[in-house]
């Protein structure tokens, strides 16, 4: 079956760093997202991206965030200038929209900023 | 502003037993509302996709049913086994493709051997 892949699995990094977060969705699939889930808390929707832009973004997503489709498979997630507080574990997901948009999610990368 | 909330937070029971989880949201206009499983350190799962014009949907031991006017949805699981332990988020989509789905905190369920 096929699957949201992600990587890396698990990242530490020093505050003020930057990380790049990697996904590759699933083949066929129009619409990509990155959700986060900070621990013992909801998962929360950061950002769609369709037809190489964003589509929508919440207001956790700010300046410190970007996303890209620097090829015809992966999807990234940027974060400049880590903070303590963006210790979470982040999703990426990836939809057809055919099926009824059911949404696909990979196993998350869990970043923990030191 | 979409609120989720799921009762229980948590819940234990013996195997074998047949058990009902709520969701409950306050804005009825969604699109589409998916249940989802979540193991421990684990990605999502997707369980079932209700289409907001549909009353309910069923896979296999599980059957999930959407009442938008009361704001409501059910996942029942019929003849819980321990492999069922796991955490199980309900989640809406309001708008679409584009939009990001709104979770609720999720019902972390333990089934006892």
């Known amino acids: 079956e096929p699957e949201v892949t992600q990587t890396p699995s698990h990242q530490v990094t020093q505050m003020g760093q930057e990380v790049i977060l990697r996904c590759v969705p699933i083949s066929n699939h129009l619409y990509f997202y990155w959700y986060r889930q900070i621990l013992g808390q909801k998962v929360e929707f950061l950002v769609s991206?369709?037809?190489?832009?964003?589509?929508?973004k919440s207001e956790i997503f700010d300046d410190q965030f970007s996303v890209e489709r620097p090829d015809g498979s992966n999807f990234t997630l940027k974060i400049r200038s880590t903070k303590l507080e963006d210790s979470a574990m982040y999703f990426c997901?990836?939809?057809?929209?055919?099926?009824?948009?059911?949404?696909?999610f990979g196993e998350g990368s869990w970043l923990t900023v030191v | 502003k979409q609120e989720v909330t799921q009762i229980p937070a948590a819940l234990s029971v013996p195997e074998g037993e047949n058990l009902v989880l709520n969701c409950s949201f306050t804005?009825?206009?969604?699109?589409?509302l998916q249940w989802f499983r979540q193991d421990p350190g684990k990605g999502l799962t997707s369980l079932l996709l209700?289409?907001?014009?549909?009353r309910e949907q069923t896979s296999g031991r599980l059957n999930a049913s959407l009442d938008k006017s009361s704001g409501r949805s059910t996942l029942y699981i019929a003849a819980s086994q321990p492999g069922d332990s796991a955490t199980y988020l309900c989640?809406?989509?309001?708008?679409?493709?584009?939009?990001?789905?709104?979770f609720g905190k999720g019902t972390h369920l333990i089934i006892q051997p």
């Open positions: 997901a990836s939809s057809d929209w055919v099926s009824g948009n059911t949404i696909y």
């Open positions: 209700i289409q907001s014009s549909q």
């Open positions: 991206f369709y037809n190489n832009e964003i589509s929508e």
């Open positions: 989640a809406l989509n309001t708008g679409g493709g584009a939009d990001g789905l709104t």
């Open positions: 804005d009825s206009a969604i699109y589409n």
